[in-house]
């Protein structure tokens, strides 16, 4: 079975950086859509972003638009998320997610998730 491995997360200050790494295991990962979710204390996780496995086409929540950026080395099995322009309400425990259906978009494989905070 595919596993996800997040890394990159760590403590930053309002507008600064992160990039976030989820390195995948299996052969067919090229051919999953990917995708970022969160979850903050005592809130429900919410969709970050995704690239989608056939065309590369990305999605991101509104909030994260032209701050962050999902892209995939299907060489390295690997999807990132960079985010930029950090802001405390992004702090949150970031999730990796692999879509395997060959029809339509489920997020059926996670990652363990890795801590992101943002300080004001």
């Known amino acids: 079975q595919v596993q996800l491995v997040e890394s990159g997360g760590g403590l930053v200050q309002a507008g600064g950086s992160l990039r976030l790494s989820c390195a995948a295991s299996g052969r067919t990962f090229s051919r999953y859509t990917m995708g970022w979710f969160r979850q903050a204390p005592g809130k429900e996780r919410e969709f970050v972003a995704a690239?989608?496995?056939?065309?590369?086409?990305?999605n991101y929540r509104d909030s994260v638009k032209g701050r962050f950026t999902i892209s995939r080395d299907n060489a390295k099995n690997t999807v990132y998320l960079q985010m930029n322009s950090l802001k405390p309400e992004d702090t949150a425990v970031y999730y990796c997610?692999?879509?395997?259906?060959?029809?339509?978009?489920?997020?059926?494989?996670w990652g363990q998730g890795t801590q992101v905070t943002v300080s004001s």
């Open positions: 997610a692999a879509s395997t259906r060959a029809v339509g978009v489920k997020y059926d494989i």
């Open positions: 690239i989608v496995w056939n065309t590369d086409n990305t």
